[in-house]
């Protein structure tokens, strides 16, 4: 017999279409990365974007520089397949796209965590009071006929980390864990892709203020921090996040920014 907790868990693809601008959606029950299917299946068919890819266990999910994303029954794992040019969105905005979907999650789950503290984790990840609550991987797909983005992303939600990889307690969390309520999945997602509609339409006209809500949001602002680019470590003061979605270090030869790279410590 189904739960009340199994059928939170469950997801609606009838409801995401109907309460949000997504037009398909592709269910799986099991799948080694939303991600990829987005890619492989926008390679080889027709599809009406905007896709949502999403699944209940994902089992081979990708962070940035080849990281695995660890997940589990309860997570809201999925990638949505967009074509910038539906949004008036210029190449040169794309590289703002993990920042502006970081954003809309922030938002989104403000609704839900009540006074919890979350925040941009720069480039790719969002907090809640300090650890880890989601990921995202931003890849480009085919250009043809017109080139598409596909945004995937992993929010922990019912999954609890008592579950999880001793190494993942202390840097991790859920909203369960957080907050001790089991979300509905479909609410949560519609919710997240309704925030995130909003925050493209904002990054296509320009809102300066969008800017200004990442550096408010920046969870690494004034902390010492190690940056990895290439064979290269830069050491510096965090001063948040500029207009472009560069993280701006204080180093000791000066004021730096940096487009990419990978945090690899925060003193």
């Not at 029950?29 to 027709?46: G, V, Y």
């Not at 560069?246 to 790279?261: C, D, H, N, S, W």
Request: charged content about 25%; proline content about 4%.
């Amino acid at each position: 017999m189904l739960t009340e907790d199994d059928a939170k868990n469950r997801f609606d693809s009838a409801r995401i279409v109907r309460e949000s601008f997504v037009q398909q959606v592709r269910y799986h029950e099991t799948i080694d990365s939303t991600n990829d299917d987005a890619l492989e299946f926008c390679r080889n068919n027709p599809c009406p974007v905007p896709l949502l890819v999403v699944t209940s266990r994902q089992t081979a999910g990708r962070g940035r520089s080849s990281n695995q994303w660890w997940s589990t029954t309860g997570a809201l794992t999925c990638s949505l397949v967009i074509r910038p040019d539906d949004f008036g969105i210029a190449e040169r905005e794309w590289p703002k796209a993990s920042l502006t979907t970081g954003l809309s999650i922030c938002l989104a789950l403000d609704t839900l965590a009540g006074e919890q503290e979350v925040s941009l984790k720069w480039p790719n990840d969002v907090w809640m009071n300090r650890r880890k609550i989601c990921g995202i991987l931003i890849e480009v797909g085919g250009r043809r006929p017109a080139p598409t983005l596909v945004i995937g992303i992993g929010i922990n939600v019912n999954n609890s980390f008592s579950a999880a990889p001793d190494e993942l307690r202390e840097i991790a969390t859920s909203l369960v864990d957080t907050t001790g309520t089991v979300f509905d999945l479909t609410e949560v997602l519609v919710g997240v892709l309704g925030e995130l509609e909003r925050q493209l339409v904002r990054l296509r006209d320009g809102d300066r203020q969008l800017a200004a809500e990442w550096q408010a949001r920046c969870a690494l602002r004034g902390r010492s921090i190690e940056l990895k680019l290439g064979h290269e470590k830069f050491e510096g003061i965090c001063l948040g996040i500029d207009a472009d979605g560069a993280i701006m270090l204080q180093t000791p030869v000066g004021q730096e920014r940096f487009f990419g790279g990978m945090i690899t410590q925060i003193r």
